[in-house]
């Protein structure tokens, strides 16, 4: 498909929104409406839930999105593309960190929960960060009964280690001091982006992705015009295209005009 215009990925923690706050930047959201008042096609790509950035789709009016670290993808409000974990390896997986305390969360189409008492401090601080009204109920076997399209893993830095080891039909990346995303094995924003890519057929050169933490890197790395956020971890900067400001500096605004999407003031 011959076009002028792009297609831009927006990771949302530490990206479209404020690392401490969650709150989006008016300058931020600005830019978001001039790039679709440029006929350009917007999307949102996050390892969110589907159903815990509901009110940011809203306020954007985006429609495209990629949640669950690329396991569901969207197109304008349809579905095109959805992965579940498996349940035999979801099941053992939680019998080996029940044994060792560390607390499982699933995440549905609808819903998260838990088998064990969500009171548990790692769920409470990690899922606080994200500012957000849900949280894990406490269902017994939901996992067994129900899509789930990931998990989370409560343990601390370095604990992850020995989940590698023993499954290896499981991704583990961490998005908090505390918890870890649960992804079938290879799967990632990339993943997801692949899927919506060969359903929309964009050029390499009219695609842009943001983004700042380990589960952006995947999605980086295959997007040719990748901008990591001043508040980016290193690593993840060393492997963008562009570099932009924090996003509490108008990053976002900064980072669009750095490659060209929209005008300099």
Same mark, same amino acid.
């Given at each position: 498909?011959?076009?002028?215009?792009?297609?831009?990925?927006?990771?949302?923690?530490?990206?479209?929104?404020?690392?401490?706050?969650?709150?989006?930047?008016?300058?931020?959201?600005?830019?978001?409406?001039?790039?679709?008042?440029?006929?350009?096609?917007?999307?949102?790509?996050?390892?969110?839930?589907?159903?815990?950035?509901?009110?940011?789709?809203?306020?954007?009016?985006?429609?495209?999105?990629?949640?669950?670290?690329?396991?569901?993808?969207?197109?304008?409000?349809?579905?095109?593309?959805?992965?579940?974990?498996?349940?035999?390896?979801?099941?053992?997986?939680?019998?080996?960190?029940?044994?060792?305390?560390?607390?499982?969360?699933?995440?549905?189409?609808?819903? *998260?929960?838990?088998? /064990? &008492? =969500?009171?548990?401090?790692?769920?409470?601080?990690?899922?606080?960060?994200?500012?957000?009204? +849900? $949280?894990?109920?406490?269902?017994?076997?939901?996992?067994?009964?129900?899509?789930?399209?990931?998990?989370?893993?409560?343990?601390?830095?370095?604990?992850?280690?020995?989940?590698?080891?023993?499954?290896?039909?499981?991704?583990?990346?961490?998005?908090?001091?505390?918890?870890?995303?649960?992804?079938?094995?290879?799967?990632?924003?990339?993943?997801?982006?692949?899927?919506?890519?060969?359903?929309?057929?964009?050029?390499?050169?009219?695609?842009?992705?943001?983004?700042?933490?380990?589960?952006?890197?995947? *999605?980086?790395?295959? /997007? &040719? =015009?990748?901008?990591?956020?001043?508040?980016?971890?290193?690593?993840?900067?060393?492997?963008? +295209? $562009?570099?932009?400001?924090?996003?509490?500096?108008?990053?976002?605004?900064?980072?669009?005009?750095?490659?060209?999407?929209?005008?300099?003031?």
């Amino acid at each position: 498909m011959k076009t002028d215009k792009g297609i831009i990925f927006f990771d949302i923690d530490g990206t479209l929104l404020t690392e401490e706050e969650r709150t989006l930047p008016e300058s931020t959201k600005k830019a978001i409406f001039k790039l679709k008042e440029l006929g350009h096609e917007v999307a949102i790509s996050t390892g969110r839930a589907k159903f815990l950035f509901e009110d940011l789709r809203q306020e954007l009016d985006i429609d495209t999105y990629i949640c669950y670290n690329g396991q569901y993808v969207v197109f304008r409000g349809e579905t095109i593309y959805a992965n579940t974990l498996d349940t035999q390896v979801l099941d053992e997986l939680t019998a080996f960190a029940l044994n060792k305390n560390h607390p499982v969360v699933y995440m549905s189409e609808e819903k *998260m929960t838990t088998n /064990v &008492p =969500n009171d548990h401090p790692y769920i409470k601080e990690s899922i606080s960060t994200l500012k957000v009204d +849900a $949280y894990p109920t406490q269902e017994k076997d939901f996992n067994k009964h129900n899509d789930i399209y990931q998990g989370l893993l409560f343990n601390t830095v370095g604990e992850e280690t020995i989940y590698q080891e023993i499954f290896k039909d499981l991704d583990f990346v961490r998005w908090h001091p505390k918890s870890l995303d649960v992804l079938p094995k290879g799967g990632s924003k990339a993943i997801g982006i692949q899927k919506l890519l060969e359903y929309l057929d964009f050029p390499a050169e009219r695609q842009y992705a943001f983004g700042d933490g380990l589960n952006d890197m995947e *999605m980086l790395k295959m /997007v &040719p =015009n990748s901008v990591a956020m001043g508040n980016a971890l290193p690593e993840v900067k060393e492997i963008a +295209a $562009y570099v932009t400001k924090d996003v509490s500096e108008d990053g976002i605004l900064h980072g669009l005009q750095m490659v060209g999407l929209l005008p300099e003031d």
